[in-house]
């Protein structure tokens, strides 16, 4: 969130040929992911809905928060095409976090108690 906050807060970013709608992506991809672990409960914790769920909220709710930040920093504004590209990054996070639970072969009964105290 530091680094996307960073990059919020330059009037000129230098902005890659292509438009900037992959480097939205990318970037809020790996908030996903990394906001998805840490409400799961870390690297090996199975992974619920209701994780994904508020994990899926929390990083698009700062997407929304970052576009309002926009708004204040001179040279930049809040675009609704940019905010489609992190919340389709957060759920291309998301889900490859939850598919990766599948693939390493974490299962349910061995975290099951502890996500319902997470969350």
């Known amino acids: 969130m530091a680094a996307i906050f960073y990059v919020s807060s330059l009037s000129q970013p ?20 990394l906001t998805l672990r840490a409400v799961a409960g870390g690297l090996g914790a199975w992974i619920s809905w209701r994780a994904a769920a508020v994990a899926t909220g929390i990083a698009v709710g700062y997407a929304v928060t970052d576009e309002l930040h926009q708004m204040f920093v001179p040279g930049r504004s809040a675009q609704f095409s940019d905010l489609l590209a992190d919340a389709m990054g957060v759920v291309v996070g998301a889900s490859l976090c939850w598919v990766w639970g599948f693939v390493a072969g974490h299962r349910p009964e061995a975290t099951a108690s502890r996500d319902d105290e997470l969350i």
């Open 14 to 33: 230098v902005v890659p040929p292509g438009g900037d709608k992959p480097w939205h992506l990318l970037a809020y991809l790996g908030l996903g992911a």
